[in-house]
């Protein structure tokens, strides 16, 4: 099993910048890649950004990509997003997830999800 834990959401203006953390414990050595995704109100859940947990190897949502940079600390067992140039339109909750065997933007192939932290963009 694998846990994970986020935090780092908040209230800022448009143009602002916030980090999110993500833990992770139990048994990292079963996980493949690190993913985060949002869900906004009345909205499915969004996949955002994805990353290896072993190699330097990303992949960004278009909405997201030049903005928003995914990275991880193995030693820490940590994965981050910081999001900068922040819009209205990128509030939402976000969740950090953990796939076994996939590496992509489809939620349903993620296998662990965090409990999610807010991330409200105000105009």
């Known amino acids: 099993q694998v846990q994970l834990v986020e935090s780092g959401g908040g209230l800022v203006q448009a143009g602002g910048s916030l980090r999110l953390s993500c833990v992770v414990s139990?048994?990292?050595?079963?996980?493949?890649?690190m993913g985060w995704f949002r869900q906004a109100p009345g909205k499915e859940r969004e996949f955002v950004a994805a990353?290896?947990?072993?190699?330097?190897?990303?992949y960004y949502s278009p909405s997201v990509r030049g903005r928003f940079t995914i990275t991880r600390d193995n030693a820490r067992n940590t994965v981050y997003l910081q999001m900068n140039s922040l819009k209205p339109e990128d509030t939402a909750v976000y969740y950090c997830?953990?796939?076994?065997?996939?590496?992509?933007?489809?939620?349903?192939?993620?296998?662990?999800w965090g409990q999610g932290t807010q991330v409200t963009v105000s105009s």
């Open positions: 997830s953990a796939a076994r065997d996939y590496y992509g933007e489809h939620a349903r192939n993620y296998d662990y």
């Open positions: 139990g048994s990292t050595s079963s996980i493949y890649v």
């Open positions: 990353i290896r947990w072993s190699g330097i190897s990303t």
